[in-house]
Structure formats: structure tokens, C-alpha cells
């Protein structure tokens, strides 16, 4: 009879080892499950983290590529008239600048000559510098004209 005890006492160890095991079992499949859950929780979260940022990174270039495309818009419609408007600008700028070094060259080259230049009531006066110029009668081909004749000093 002592041989059945020890037989009994091993069913009772193997027993409470299977029980263990089991209770091991279901408490790495729970841990598992919550691994798991949390995993998926985690890439889910993550996954709506990406796709927002990519979204909005989206939207803040496409604005921004618009704003460009508008900008770009208006100044392709806008530059023509603006490099017309220079160049007019600057051809008129080039007559004006012309027209009154012209002006300034005649008053120089008379007042060389000795010659003054008055402007009254729409009638244009030359007078003669006694010192630099003399008013004398010539003769051009046979006809009596009237002449200046600058003095050299």
C-alpha cells in the first residue's frame, strides 16, 4: 500500500502543475490579448498622427503654391503694360533731356557769338553785345544784307 501513496502524491503534484500551467496559459493569452490591443491602439493613433500632418502639410503648400500662381497670374498680366510704360517713360525722358540740352546749347552758342535772346509776347529779340559784336551791312550776290560780325578777342 505504501507503493499507491507516492503515485497519488505525483497525480497530486502533476495536477497542481496543470493548474498552474493553465492559470500560466490564460494569463500570457490575457497579457497577449492586451499586447495586442494596445499595439493596434498605438498604430491606429499613429497612423491618424501621419495622415493628419500629411494633410496638413498638403493644404499649407498647395495655399501656397496657389498663392504663387496668382502672384506669377497677375504679374504676367500686369508686366506688359509695365515694360511699355518704362520704355515710353524712358524714350520721353530721353526727348525731354534732348530738347532742353538743345536749348542750352543755342543760349551757349549765341552767348559766344554775343548774342542775347529775349523772349516777349510770343516775339523773339536778339541784341548785340557792343564788345563782342557789331551789326554791319553786307553784300551776298549782289544784294545788300545785314550781317553780324563778331569780334575776336
Known sequence: MNAGKPIR??????????????????STASQLQSFRTDLKAIASAAQRTIESDMQQFLNENRSLFETRNKQIRRWLTISPYVISGLIVTGIASMM????????Q???SELADLGLTRIERRGQIWLTLDPARAELRTCTVDGHSVYCIEILEE
Open 9 to 26: 502524491l505525483s497525480e497530486k503534484l502533476n495536477e497542481e502543475l496543470d493548474v498552474i500551467r493553465q492559470e500560466h496559459v490564460v
Open 96 to 103: 525731354v533731356a534732348s530738347y532742353f540740352w538743345a536749348l
Open 105 to 107: 546749347m543755342k543760349r
